[in-house]
């Protein structure tokens, strides 16, 4: 992978899903600004709809807090961290934990613990979804990409479990994949770099492919 062309892929994300890019970075501007919760509440309503529509008439305000501020506190030894430097392998309990902690509430599941995690701390965490974690059916699609049939994105155990342990694994493999290539952007992280990378060549292209034809 060049520098080059991941810098042209993640432009592409800014043309194609630019309300979707205004909202992420209206999410930041309220966790900067001490909202906390309710940024959270913003990106999980909108970015994972499909899953937490089902539940805001229930959920828990004040436990999801109380959660973060634990999981902030459990992981405290990131906070500098850089997704590109950091040794994964020496935070990988605190890592699984946290995920399936999240993971276990309904409306957030396994798509929205990622975001959740890069909220606290969106120099390391990446985002995933069911396609790119390898949950897509049918699984023949996935040979039709081009980051499948280049040899780039060829995960030895894929699709990642839904758990902790395969959140971690998928980060693990993002980071060599990925090795060498900065953010062209000061307004974004290397993390969120790749999870555009990750929607605009296995996400989108998936759904494009079961897309019917006009």
């Given at each position: 992978m060049r520098q080059r062309e991941f810098e042209r892929t993640i432009s592409s994300f800014d043309g194609a899903e630019s309300m979707r890019?205004?909202?992420?970075?209206?999410?930041?501007?309220?966790?900067?600004?001490?909202?906390?919760?309710?940024?959270?509440?913003?990106?999980?309503?909108?970015?994972?709809?499909?899953?937490?529509?089902?539940?805001?008439?229930?959920?828990?305000l004040s436990a999801y807090g109380a959660l973060l501020q634990d999981l902030s506190g459990r992981l405290q030894p990131l906070l500098q961290a850089d997704f590109a430097s950091v040794h994964f392998d020496q935070h990988r309990e605190a890592i699984s934990d946290s995920f399936d902690r999240l993971a276990a509430i309904r409306g957030i599941e396994c798509t929205g613990a990622a975001k959740v995690l890069h909220l606290l701390h969106p120099r390391v965490f990446i985002m995933w979804d069911r396609a790119i974690s390898g949950w897509h059916t049918?699984?023949?699609?996935?040979?039709?990409?081009?980051v499948d049939r280049s040899g780039f994105w060829t995960p030895p155990n894929y699709p990642f479990a839904r758990s902790g342990i395969g959140y971690y694994d998928f980060l693990v493999y993002c980071q060599n994949r990925f090795n060498g290539l900065v953010s062209p952007s000061p307004r974004k992280t290397l993390a969120k770099c790749i999870d555009e990378f990750n929607y605009c060549t296995i996400t989108k292209r998936l759904a494009d492919l079961r897309r019917p034809l006009q």
């Open positions: 890019g205004e909202i992420y970075y209206r999410v930041l501007s309220l966790i900067d600004s001490g909202f906390v919760v309710e940024g959270h509440l913003l990106l999980l309503s909108t970015w994972n709809f499909a899953r937490f529509q089902y539940v805001i008439p229930s959920f828990d049918p699984k023949k699609d996935y040979y039709r990409l081009h």
